[in-house]
């Protein structure tokens, strides 16, 4: 066994490990995207040991190390860091909920029970979970928070713990963000990331979605979890997404001169669309670029679609009279109901990734996917599928008929010039 493996499970040792953990929050912090750190603990395991033999508790562990395999994506990392507790390393997460949904994969495959040569044996588990950046502020406090949270797991009885919010930072971390934020666009310290969409029939990128990012003058790169909640708070969610809506469309027009038309996504808030003046400022902004209508995509959330109020739909179908389509943003985390895309103006559909996620696994993500994919072809709309990681999960969406695909397995989000070198390589593979 190489130097820095557990013997018996093959997995990475402790002080492995730790390094890996080092690494992934130093690229975390770099990129502003989200980790999540389980740490796996077996119940009662030195009772086992004890009452069954040694040999026993090693197969346990090996039968516990190859369902954690089967659940970890590409990228996740695996270790044994005790006799009995295991560690789960989930880089590049969307939210804690992703890690939550995790978590409950793994305690519902490990409380099925395991045959062990004669015996037929549960395995007790308790999983707690850290986050970073929201509960820890690096790596060995990332440990210590998903460590603390495992307690509490014990505590309660429960399952999976999480930890509390970072007691040293609190409400003093929101009050310092939120004088920070008030003035950061007029200082220029919001950047603009995208994140390539590919059509699957022709393999070629057909635009990006345009996702925000913060360069706090303190804290570094600031994914939009860490801000936007308090930009809401202070009012300030229009004036960032007009900065977006701008900024997208001064990029994408610099895309056109060079690789022809692409197009670009900019997220919109619910109460942007209800402005009486949404759409002069859409196509004002388009004009400014000379860029056009068919080359923006504007993306909404399924709910907010839902509950849209009257003015808000009518700007979204003169919008759609005048080129710009009109994107279902996260479909299927909400209604999960097409029977209302007949009235709604709506162009596209973005599947969850929570569906995309577990499609291979999953005997009824797969048919729910392919259910929503027939449907909206049936009404006109395009399916993209977010969070796509895999290359099996790219074949399984190619052969369901899915039209677009975006995720880590294509490419992470990236500044604009780091897009621009990514098309420039993407070209050159390509021809």
């Known amino acids: 066994m190489s130097q820095g493996r557990d013997p018996l499970t093959g997995l990475e040792d402790r002080q492995s490990f730790l390094q890996r953990l080092a690494e992934a929050v130093a690229e975390a912090e770099r990129e502003a995207s989200t980790l999540a750190l389980l740490v796996l603990d077996i119940q009662r395991f030195q009772h086992i040991n004890h009452s069954f033999g040694q040999a026993l508790g090693d197969a346990l562990l090996q039968a516990v190390t190859g369902v954690l395999g089967r659940v970890a994506r590409r990228g996740d990392s695996l270790a044994r860091i005790g006799s009995d507790r295991f560690a789960m390393l989930l880089p590049q997460l969307a939210n804690e909920g992703h890690a939550q949904l995790a978590a409950l994969k793994v305690q519902r495959l490990l409380e099925q029970p395991f045959i062990l040569g004669q015996r037929r044996l549960r395995c007790n588990l308790r999983i707690g979970i850290g986050l970073y950046p929201a509960k820890a502020d690096g790596a060995e406090a990332l440990l210590r928070c998903a460590e ?22 609190g409400a003093a ?27 699957l029939s022709s393999g070629l990128p057909v635009g990006a979605e345009a996702l925000i990012r913060w ?25 960032i997404t007009l900065w977006m809506l701008n900024s997208a469309l001064r990029h994408s027009a610099s895309w056109t001169d060079k690789w022809g038309r692409l197009g670009v996504s900019v997220n919109i808030p619910p109460k942007l669309m209800d402005r009486p003046d949404f759409v002069d400022i859409v196509t004002s902004t388009e004009r400014l670029w000379r ?44 209604y999960s109901s097409l029977s209302y895309f007949r ?50 999960v790219l074949d399984h969406l190619r052969r369901l008929g899915c039209d677009q695909v975006q995720g880590y397995y294509i490419t992470r989000p990236m500044p604009a010039e780091s897009f621009a070198d990514w098309l420039c390589t993407f070209q050159r593979t390509e021809g």
Request: glycine share 8%; hydrophobic share 40%.
């Open 148 to 169: 603390q949270a495992l307690a509490e797991a014990r505590r309660l009885e429960q399952p999976i713990g999480l930890a509390p919010h970072r007691d040293e930072q």
């Open 215 to 239: 360069q706090n003058p303190s804290h570094g790169l600031l994914p939009p979890g860490q801000f936007l909640p308090l930009a809401e708070t202070l009012g300030m969610m229009q004036p």
């Open 343 to 392: 009235d709604l103006p709506a162009d596209e559909l973005k599947i969850d990734r929570s569906f995309i996620s577990g499609l291979q696994s999953d005997p009824a993500n797969e048919h729910i996917v392919e259910v929503i994919i027939e449907l909206a072809h049936r009404f006109g709309l395009s399916v993209t599928a977010e969070g796509v990681e895999q290359a099996g």
């Open 173 to 199: 971390w929101n009050v310092e963000l939120e004088s920070q934020l008030e003035g950061s666009l007029e200082r220029g310290e919001m950047r603009v990331f995208f994140q390539p969409k590919l059509d």
């Open 291 to 334: 860029q056009q209508a068919l080359d923006l995509y504007l993306e909404v959330l399924e709910e907010s679609m839902v509950s849209a109020q009257c003015l808000a739909h009518q700007n979204l179908s003169e919008l759609r009279r005048l080129g710009v389509k009109i994107s279902i943003d996260d479909f299927g985390a909400g």
